[in-house]
């Protein structure tokens, strides 16, 4: 509870300068993926992968610059469902006090992941993650890329309308949907 409670704050403190997306974000090369999505869509999943190629931002809220589009790290603890964990490279358990209903809390440096410096994000993946699915992957479209953004921003209005601006220029970057069962 009490990291779902400073993670708020955080949130709250940053809004009014950063677009909050609910997204993981890595680093591959010099370029920042932000991968926007709903709860459990993945997004998670395949940050922590992508993660060890390159570096991390974050698995669940990833702020974006409105002055640079530079996607920027967000230092919390990683929060896996229990579940996804299997399907990853083994990760240490949580304390007991890190285990929050079906949800594990650990350290992102438990998981050997190096944090990202801001960079501008490049590319997005729209993660979706169904149990049994083949991997595929789809070209997404800038209109259809804006629309998913806004629906994962946080508190669009604390930006007022730099957040739209914000969003159209990011649906301009090549997007694609990733469904697949293991990232």
């Known amino acids: 509870m009490l990291q779902r409670e400073l993670t ?5 403190h940053l809004a009014p300068r ?3 997306v609910h997204a993981g974000a890595v680093q591959l090369g010099s370029t920042a ?3 926007p999505g709903g709860h459990d869509s993945g997004k998670s999943s395949l940050a922590l992968e992508l993660g060890y190629k390159g570096q991390f931002f974050s698995d669940d809220v990833t702020p974006i610059d409105p002055q640079t589009l530079a996607a920027m790290s967000f230092p919390r603890e990683l929060v896996l469902h229990t579940g996804t964990r299997s399907g990853h490279r083994p990760l240490p358990r949580p304390a007991t006090c890190g285990r929050f209903e079906e949800y594990d809390y650990f350290a992102a440096g438990l998981a050997d992941l190096t944090w990202a410096s801001p960079t501008r994000v490049g590319a997005l993946v729209f993660p979706h993650r169904r149990q049994g699915c083949v991997a595929q992957m789809d070209t997404v479209t ?4 804006a629309r ?3 629906e994962q921003c946080f508190d669009l209005q604390k930006l007022g309308a730099t957040s739209t601006d914000v969003v159209i220029a ?3 970057c ?3 949907e990733v469904r697949f069962d293991r990232a």
């Not at 800038?142 to 890329?145: C, I, R």
């Open 8 to 12: 708020y704050a955080l949130l709250t």
């Open 170 to 172: 990011l649906g301009q």
């Open 148 to 150: 998913r953004l806004l």
């Open 174 to 176: 090549p997007a694609v």
């Open 33 to 35: 993926m932000l991968m």
């Open 142 to 145: 800038p209109a259809e890329s």
């Open 18 to 20: 950063d677009l909050l």
